[in-house]
């Protein structure tokens, strides 16, 4: 049996392959053996144009792959191994049909043969998206659809076809959910374009974007670009899988729910006839996902712009929200939860959107206003978790000084906690005196010790539970110390 790639193998700690990617090989070997495909086909997606490694496609009406070739790409066996890598590292819940991601190698096992034939026969259908409802921020909710394991494997085999082919061929100024690419990346495009003297912005908010793009729109996009009526169809079929709700199936007829690794890459090849409409007019823009502004002189060039962005996107028969969107100073918006300001010598820096700050605040106090009976340390473990990656993403600003009064205020949050665990007044005099607090110090904090947060700033509480406590705990600061 040939092996894989290194690269792409599945291996075990000590460096072997696993015994799950090993049979998952053997068995699309064998299936290819049946189905007497090449035997030279080591499941990598064929090069329709003839030349380079990733297989581009040009603009215009040049179709990426003929009658079938992607498709042979998509249940080629390295792609499959790659595909099933990433759906068990996102882990992820099961479908409607109950499927977790550990139980799907072994149903592949048995069931691929029939899988693969109907994929590139054009007649497999895809389970109904199972509806999952996440509250926003702002009110209201926002609309997942978790597809089934088998369906996010395959959306996954297809993705990694179509996308080293449509990526070249996006604007420069799109950055969502495109490899190599990130928020930061649209946030530093944005503030050059604020240093550069553009401090207007028309910022343009899609109403329901991932839920009401049209269905024929879309797949006459993609049918410039795909010449394989396999694909066309099994994406269509995708599209249009219905959504289980409350155990009731429901048709949908628009939109390409959030949730299946499909989805972000179909949003990008919709919207990307409105980055090359706005390249070719010059405009200065940033666009990540459905989150697009243009940078402008004035008002009024922005008032311009924001009437042609309408009917751009009713061309799409996609709807702008007129209530979120705006012409408006570049200090009165916020970009992907960063906002600007100038600073000394007319340098346009980065910060935390007021926004992002007062939902990292609410989401802190929903982890430190009860124990549940958690020690200290669990409650830290959270904390720990949630203020890693919001560092991560919000370390770009320019803000120190804000850094470093959310930690003092974490600290304390912290400390009121532990006061609360305490209690009463006699447990927290003998805390805070075993913790090397003076007697007199001790004694002035634990007689206000149930006006928790007002006792927390004490000088005693400083004491005995100082920032360097909270560091051996393994709270991370946002600011070096």
């Known amino acids: 049996m040939m ?8 291996e075990g700690p000590n460096g ?4 799950t990617t090993v049979d998952l090989e053997k068995a699309m070997r064998q299936e290819s053996r049946q189905l007497e495909l090449p035997l030279e086909d080591r499941g990598e997606a064929p090069n329709v144009q003839g030349s380079g490694e990733a297989g581009t496609v040009a603009h215009g009406d040049e179709r990426s792959g ?5 498709m042979e790409g998509v249940v080629g066996r390295v792609n499959l191994v790659r595909a099933l890598k990433r759906v068990r590292r996102n882990k992820g819940s099961p479908g409607i049909d109950g499927m977790s991601v550990e139980e799907l190698p ?28 996440i509250p926003k921020s702002g009110g209201g909710v926002r609309e997942l659809g978790i597809p089934t394991v088998l369906d996010r494997f395959i959306q996954q085999a297809i993705l990694q076809v179509l996308q080293p082919r449509f990526d070249p061929t996006f604007s420069r100024h799109s950055h969502g959910f495109r490899p190599g690419r990130r928020a930061h990346d649209a946030v530093r495009e944005a503030q050059q374009y604020i240093q550069e003297g553009r401090r207007w912005v028309v910022d343009v ?8 793009v049209n269905h024929d729109v879309l797949m006459g996009r993609l049918a410039k670009r795909i010449e394989d009526k396999a694909m066309l169809r099994i994406i269509r079929r995708y599209l249009e899988a219905g959504v289980m709700a409350n155990g009731v199936v429901m048709e949908r007829h628009m939109g390409t729910p959030q949730g299946g690794p499909l989805s972000p890459l179909l949003a990008n090849v919709l919207l990307d006839e409105v980055d090359k409409e706005l390249e070719r007019r010059g405009h200065a823009f940033v666009r990540y996902a459905d989150d697009c502004n243009v940078y402008v002189r004035s008002k009024r060039a922005g008032e311009r712009v924001m009437q042609a962005l309408r009917h751009l996107y009713g061309k799409l028969r996609l709807q702008v929200n007129e209530e979120k969107s705006a012409v408006a100073r570049v200090w009165d918006r916020q970009f992907l939860g960063y906002s600007f300001w100038v600073a000394a010598g007319k340098v346009v820096k980065r910060r ?10 609410e989401r802190v106090r929903q982890i430190t206003s009860r124990s549940g009976g958690r020690s200290l340390q669990q409650v830290v473990e959270e904390l720990r978790r949630y203020v ?14 804000v850094f470093r009064d959310l930690d003092q205020w974490i600290h304390r949050r912290l400390r009121t906690l ?24 001790a004694w002035r904090a634990a007689r206000f010790a149930r006006s928790w947060w007002h006792v927390a700033a004490h000088h005693a509480l400083h004491t005995a539970l100082p920032g360097a406590y909270f560091d051996e705990l393994g709270v991370p600061r946002l600011t070096p110390h």
């Open 352 to 361: 935390v959107s007021k926004k992002a700050l007062t939902k990292f605040k």
């Open 418 to 441: 532990q006061l609360r665990q305490w209690k009463r007044g006699r447990t927290a005099y003998r805390e805070l005196r075993a913790r090397g607090v003076s007697e007199n110090l």
């Open 388 to 401: 890693l990656g919001w560092k991560a993403y919000f370390g770009l600003a320019d803000t120190p000084g």
């Open 106 to 133: 072994e149903y592949l096992r048995r069931h691929w043969g029939e899988i693969r034939q109907r994929l590139l026969a054009g007649t497999y259908q895809p389970k109904p998206v199972r509806r999952q409802e």
């Open 205 to 212: 908010d899609l109403e329901k974007f991932f839920d009401r």
């Open 3 to 10: 092996r894989l790639d290194p690269a792409l193998s599945d």
């Open 66 to 70: 003929s009658e079938h070739l992607l």
């Open 16 to 19: 072997e392959e696993s015994v």
